[in-house]
């Protein structure tokens, strides 16, 4: 049996962000990226949890890094919870490590 890759079965609204749920991947990036648009506090700095996500590659720190600019541009920040060993290795192995974990 496939995934669900709907958007509502890949991202959950919390009240300071959104939980992430299921493959975050080159082919699934896009699937968070518009479900993102319908989840962002309209106020304050948004909690993204990772605690979901089952399967990641750079897709994932890209999306990052769009969503801390998309944040900034609206004088905010954002708060990544439970980031997938495998992505803070590929930071690290980027150099950019410090950028997710701060």
Same mark, same amino acid.
């Given at each position: 049996?496939?995934?669900?890759?709907?958007?509502?079965?890949?991202?959950?609204?919390?009240?300071?962000?959104?939980?992430?749920?299921?493959?975050?991947?080159?082919?699934?990036?896009?699937?968070?990226? #518009?479900?993102?648009?319908? =989840?962002?506090?309209?106020?304050? #700095?948004?909690?993204? #949890? *990772?605690?979901?996500?089952?399967?990641?590659?750079?897709?994932?720190?890209?999306?990052? *890094?769009?969503?801390?600019?998309?944040?900034?541009?609206?004088? =905010?920040?954002? =708060?990544?919870?439970?980031?997938?060993?495998?992505?803070?290795?590929?930071?690290?192995?980027?150099?950019? #490590?410090?950028?997710?974990?701060?």
């Amino acid at each position: 049996m496939k995934p669900d890759l709907t958007p509502a079965a890949m991202m959950q609204p919390t009240p300071t962000g959104f939980t992430l749920a299921g493959p975050l991947t080159i082919a699934t990036a896009s699937v968070y990226v #518009d479900a993102a648009r319908a =989840h962002w506090p309209q106020e304050g #700095d948004a909690v993204i #949890d *990772f605690a979901g996500v089952t399967e990641a590659d750079s897709a994932a720190l890209a999306l990052i *890094f769009k969503w801390q600019r998309d944040a900034e541009k609206k004088g =905010h920040k954002i =708060h990544c919870l439970n980031i997938p060993a495998n992505v803070i290795a590929l930071a690290k192995l980027y150099g950019v #490590d410090n950028l997710i974990t701060a």
